[in-house]
């Protein structure tokens, strides 16, 4: 089987060509190989006739996506009707990288699969309309993700909040957290894995959930950081609104699937994917206090 896969040096895309790459051709394909946005350039995907097209490339920057909301759209959920069109020529299958950010979070409890979305940002609202373009090829798997953290780091760059988080302990700042948006979390390597499974069972084609079980607010989150890396920072908690951020964002979008498990796919507690994380990039090691 044929796999090709875009952006394929982003956070996700890394794990998911290292994941996939000793059973299955994987072909990958770079911003610098592919751009979503233009029909023309995504034409090479045809030329490799690939069985399956994973979807990575978004512009995700949600603050950003408010002032730019052409961008947004144009890669978003015009790059997700470009794969659509060109993988339902070809008879592949198309797979979108989604997020929990189509919710609005008022369900104050984790959302499932068929939850009604009612995305609050141009961020979210783009990725529910490459959700939508996606389904108009009817072999696609819509995958949402939440709260992704990856060894390579967002756009393979290194950076996530768990660096985030460490440098600026190392760097004895001050950090304040959010405390009142809660979140689930991926660790882009169990999210490769759970997307691996779905691909091997052959998982009937739809929309599946695939985070790390459990959630936390951003705050709980630092904390734990912190707590198994034994850094001691001034972390103080405050409200979402104390940041006067551009997009709204749900106040609650922890995600947990409600079909996954029926074909025996659970996805580890986000504390034990967090543990390995520190441990795979270096910032604990396994005889660690805390560890
Ligand atoms: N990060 C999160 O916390 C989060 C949460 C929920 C859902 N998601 C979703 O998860 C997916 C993967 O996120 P990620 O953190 O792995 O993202 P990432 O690290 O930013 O990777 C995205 C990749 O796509 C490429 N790309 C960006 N724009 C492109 C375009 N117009 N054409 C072709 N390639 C393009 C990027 O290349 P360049 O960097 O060179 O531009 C990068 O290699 C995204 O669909 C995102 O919406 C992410």
Redesign the pocket.
């Known amino acids: 089987m044929k796999i090709a896969i ?8 890394t794990d998911l060509v290292k994941t996939l790459q000793n059973e299955y051709q994987v072909i990958g ?4 190989d ?4 233009d029909y023309n350039s995504c034409l090479i995907l045809k030329e490799h006739n690939p069985d399956i097209i994973i ?6 920057k949600t603050d950003q996506c408010e002032e730019e909301p052409m961008k947004t759209f ?3 959920a015009i ?1 997700a009707r470009n794969v659509a069109v060109i993988s339902k020529e070809i008879e592949a299958i198309a797979m ?6 189509i919710f609005d979070g008022s369900k104050n409890e984790p959302y499932a699969e068929d939850d009604v979305p009612n995305p609050i940002s141009t961020y979210g609202i783009s ?1 529910i309309a490459g959700e939508l373009y996606t389904k108009q090829n009817p072999k696609h798997y819509v995958i ?7 060894i ?6 290194g950076g ?1 909040f768990i660096e985030t988080m460490i440098t600026k302990a190392e760097k004895n700042e001050a950090i304040r957290v959010v405390n009142d948006m809660w979140t689930s979390l ?1 660790y ?1 390597k169990d999210a490769a894995s759970t997307i691996k499974k779905i691909i091997e069972l052959k998982l009937p084609f739809g929309t599946y959930h695939a985070t790390n079980q459990g959630y936390c607010t951003w705050f709980q989150f630092a904390n734990e950081i912190f707590r198994l890396t034994g850094l001691n920072p001034t972390l103080t908690p405050i409200k979402t609104h104390q940041l006067q951020l551009k997009a709204k964002r749900p106040k609650f979008s922890a995600l947990v699937s409600a079909k996954l498990p029926k074909y025996g796919i659970q996805m580890r507690k986000w504390e034990e994917a967090l543990h390995d994380y520190l441990i795979k990039k270096g910032h604990i090691h396994t005889n660690q206090p805390g560890a």
């Open positions: 875009i952006g394929s040096t982003g956070q996700l895309g394909f770079t911003h610098q592919i751009e979503v946005t979807n990575t490339a978004a512009f995700h144009s890669v978003n790059g979108f990288i989604s997020t929990d950010y990725k949402r993700v939440a709260g992704l953290f990856g390579a780091g967002a756009s393979g760059k996530n991926t882009t």
